[in-house]
């Protein structure tokens, strides 16, 4: 069952935040034309569109899913299209479509076909009551207050299920809040940790949507897609788990990350209007402990707060200066 080489990857939700950045570094790792770029409808940027194939796909179709794989010979599918926590709050049904069924399409895909592997991606908001906020460990209540972690809990379970029950090679991690400057994130509770860059390079201020202590754990693009292209190659015979890996790389408050801004925008200010995201937070964990990732496939972060801000801001200012903040 294991350890087939990769050769041919479905990248779905390749327009949103991670998915935009992930194809484009398969696509050099694997080469361009074996890297198949799907969206469901937000207009794919020329950069993703001009370097490889793309595919309009909604991922609960699963008729199409089968057609696209089949006419590009898929062997692998990284399953990015995801609703996130604060948009399914808003509308928990498409999210329990889109990332449930949308995920169990890609795993049956799987073992009618015999793909090589399928990419399951989880998030920290599997947490919820009952389990430790403070270096969440691996193993633990899985609680979820929102649709979103529900979703992502049934994902897990599935992906294990699949590995189980049919040998399916699934593999999957727990994202924590993701921070990059080239595709904005959508509908996340985390988001905020994104704008607050843009907000504070173009207006030096920034109103947050969640409280000054509110703690999460977070982690800068560069090493996201490490994470995620490092766990894809791992061996699978040393996988203990599978499609649940904790990483974790930073854990910052709001007040935290204001400051650390500070050290490049002394102006910078920084007010709070917590929503109803700020209960969503409120369930999640502060920091993770990420050791079996460590210990497994060999997951080391590189980017800490400070490292993170310093790029951001670089990249940011660069692109706000030239008049294309937003791209
Ligand atoms: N970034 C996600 C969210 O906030 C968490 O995985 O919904």
Not at 66 to 83: F, L, Q, S, W, Y
Not at 185 to 194: L, W
Request: net charge negative.
């Amino acid at each position: 069952m294991s350890n087939k080489k990769i050769q041919k990857i479905l990248v779905t939700g390749s327009v949103g935040q991670i998915g935009s950045e992930l194809t484009m570094a398969l696509r050099e790792k694997y080469g361009a034309e074996n890297v198949v770029a799907c969206g469901r409808k937000t207009k794919p940027s020329p950069e993703l569109l001009e370097s490889g194939p793309f595919e309009w796909l909604d991922v609960t179709d699963k008729e199409k899913l089968a057609r696209v794989c089949e006419k590009h010979g898929v062997d692998t599918i990284v399953n990015m299209a995801a609703i996130l926590s604060a948009t399914g709050e808003k509308n928990p049904q498409l999210a329990w479509n889109v990332n449930v069924t949308g995920l169990i399409n890609t795993l049956e895909l799987a073992r009618e076909a015999g793909l090589t592997q399928v990419l399951c991606p989880s998030s920290i908001a599997v947490f919820g009551k009952g389990c430790p906020r403070v270096d969440t460990p691996q193993e633990t209540v899985l609680k979820p207050s929102t649709m979103y972690g529900v979703t992502k809990v049934t994902g897990e379970l599935l992906c294990d299920y699949y590995v189980g029950r049919f040998g399916v090679d699934a593999r999957g991690l727990r994202y924590p809040g993701i921070i990059s400057h080239k595709t904005l994130p959508g509908g996340g509770t985390t988001d905020y940790a994104v704008e607050i860059f843009y907000k504070a390079v173009e207006e030096k201020r920034y109103t947050c949507f969640l409280g000054p202590d509110t703690r999460l754990p977070m982690m800068y693009m560069p090493d996201c897609i490490k994470a995620t292209m490092d766990l894809m190659e791992a061996d699978f015979e040393k996988l203990e788990h599978h499609g649940d890996f904790n990483i974790s790389a930073m854990s910052f408050t709001p007040a935290e990350l204001a400051e650390e801004i500070r050290k490049h925008i002394p102006e910078f200010e920084i007010t709070y209007e917590p929503d109803f995201r700020q209960a969503i937070a409120d369930s999640w964990p502060q920091s993770i402990d990420d050791s079996a990732a460590r210990k497994e496939w060999g997951w080391k972060p590189s980017y800490d707060l400070a490292a993170m801000t310093a790029d951001m801001l670089e990249h940011l200012q660069k692109r706000h200066a030239e008049g294309k903040l937003y791209g």
